[in-house]
Nanobody, 126 residues
Framework: QVQLVESGGGSVQAGGSLRLTCAQSGYRDRGYCMGWFRQTPGKEREGVAHIDVDGDTRYATSVKGRFTVSKDNAKNTLYLDMNSLRPEDTAMYYC????????????????????WGQGTQVTVSS
């Protein structure tokens, strides 16, 4: 059973940066397609970024050029580097793992991900 634990959230002013970390346990040899999602109260969970088993990445349009997803396979850790943060980036951020090794173009749909962390809050003030 895959377990995911996020950390690194916090409060930051607009224009600032944060690094989110997702520690993964219960891995399998061929790895997982991993993703970051975010959610605000009353809204659906939305895909922010994902990385497949080969290291290929995709991003939501709203974060492209500002956020970078990466992973350290030796440490079983996923990262999300967030720069030039905006108040609209405020949300609970979730790490997720998919049993698929690669995802289709609509990777941002939560239904493709089978394992979820508990989330870490990011608050960006203006």
């Amino acid at each position: 059973q895959v377990q995911l634990v996020e950390s690194g959230g916090g409060s930051v002013q607009a224009g600032g940066s944060l690094r989110l970390t997702c520690a993964q346990s219960g891995y399998r040899d061929r790895g997982y397609c991993m993703g970051w999602f975010r959610q605000t109260p009353g809204k659906e969970r939305e895909g922010v970024a994902h990385i497949d088993v080969d290291g290929d990445t995709r991003y939501a349009t709203s974060v492209k050029g500002r956020f970078t997803v990466s992973k350290d396979n030796a440490k079983n850790t996923l990262y999300l580097d967030m720069n030039s943060l905006r108040p609209e980036d405020t949300a609970m951020y979730y790490c997720a793992a998919s049993d698929f090794e690669r995802l289709p173009l609509n990777w941002y749909e939560p239904r493709f991900f089978n394992h979820w962390g508990q989330g870490t809050q990011v608050t960006v003030s203006s």
